[in-house]
């Protein structure tokens, strides 16, 4: 045997077999008839056999030319599978997903957004980076991120889409937001500190000292509504210590250190496990969002994160 297999030379042996006439064969190919028979007489030639036999009713596969049917098929069978899966990895979504998270894996569903994420689109490669609301909204406003999670209150842009919080119209509107879940802040005391908070309003509680955030965390951003100039008391209230960190803003309410805002369902359980006093009279409202750059919502790596978002928070 010599020479090389040419895929239409098989298409060509296997046409004939199944039609046992050339011209047939040659229609079905669309093909001319010398071209089947030029293919035909290669195949023999490569091979070195008689593949078929000329009776007055057409061609008729030899002993040898049976046995090789069912390879050649297996062969073209095999070239389709090729080119199909060829096709799948064409047309399958690729790239880097960066990813802004905040707060604790649980409260944002993070494991299983990833889990959808992965299942759906298993060639995307996911790049988390912890960080403060703000911070996620700033490096998804530079390129930094692709997407991320944000606390904040929504507000309404001219096409009436729910849009995060930002600092102002003009930016916000460059994004694209989806709410998650609503809930609230609540102001968190250390044990012991009921006589200083329960029944008190927001003035009486800017008297007492509290724990401050970046201006970067979604505490900081919530809390100029109530404290500073042009806010709710107009007052500042007495900050004692700067803290990033969910958990270390617990640990120093648990010390008796001061005031800090906590999301309501940390404030009951913190309220029930360690005896933290939760003041009664005041809360604020904010809301879990999923933010994008608006210009990049149709881009199929970004898209396909808002897919497996929406099936997680359905």
Not at 99 to 127: C, H, M, N, W, Y
Not at 167 to 174: D, G, L
Request: aromatic share 6%; charged share 20%.
């Amino acid at each position: 045997m010599s020479g090389h297999l040419d895929p239409q030379t098989l298409r060509a042996f296997v046409a004939v077999a199944r039609e046992g006439n050339v011209s047939r064969a040659a229609m079905r190919l669309h093909l001319s008839q010398p071209a089947v028979s030029l293919q035909l007489k290669s195949l023999a030639q490569s091979t070195g056999l008689a593949l078929f036999t000329r009776t007055p009713q057409g061609l008729v596969l030899t002993r040898d030319g049976a046995a090789l049917l069912p390879q050649a098929e297996k062969v073209l069978a095999s070239l389709v599978d090729f080119n199909q899966a060829a096709l799948r990895l064409h047309n399958t979504l690729r790239g880097v997903l960066r990813i802004g998270t905040i707060l604790d894996p649980a409260f944002t569903r993070l494991g299983a957004f990833l889990k959808e994420l992965v299942e759906s689109a298993p060639q995307i490669e996911t790049e988390l980076r912890q960080g403060m609301s703000g911070d996620v909204l700033a490096q998804i406003s530079r390129g930094e991120l692709d997407v991320g999670f944000y606390l904040g209150l929504p507000v309404n842009s001219e096409s009436n889409q729910p849009l995060a919080h930002v600092e102002s119209r003009q930016a916000a509107i460059h994004f694209e937001a989806k709410e998650l879940t609503h809930f609230s802040y609540r102001v968190l005391a250390p044990a012991g500190w009921g006589p200083q908070v329960l029944g008190r309003d927001w003035k009486a509680l800017a008297a007492l000292p509290w724990l401050a955030t970046p201006p970067a965390s979604a505490h900081h951003r919530v809390l100029a509504g109530v404290f500073g100039p042009g806010s709710l008391t107009g007052l500042e209230p007495r900050r004692v210590a700067l803290v990033d960190q969910e958990a270390s803003m617990l640990d120093l309410v648990k010390s008796g250190v001061g005031l800090s805002l906590v999301r309501d369902s940390i404030a009951i359980r913190e309220s029930q496990a360690h005896g933290l006093v939760i003041a009664d009279r005041v809360s604020l409202d904010c809301v879990l969002s999923f933010v994008c750059l608006r210009a990049r919502v149709a881009e199929p790596v970004v898209a396909s994160a808002w897919a497996a978002l929406d099936k997680v928070w359905r």
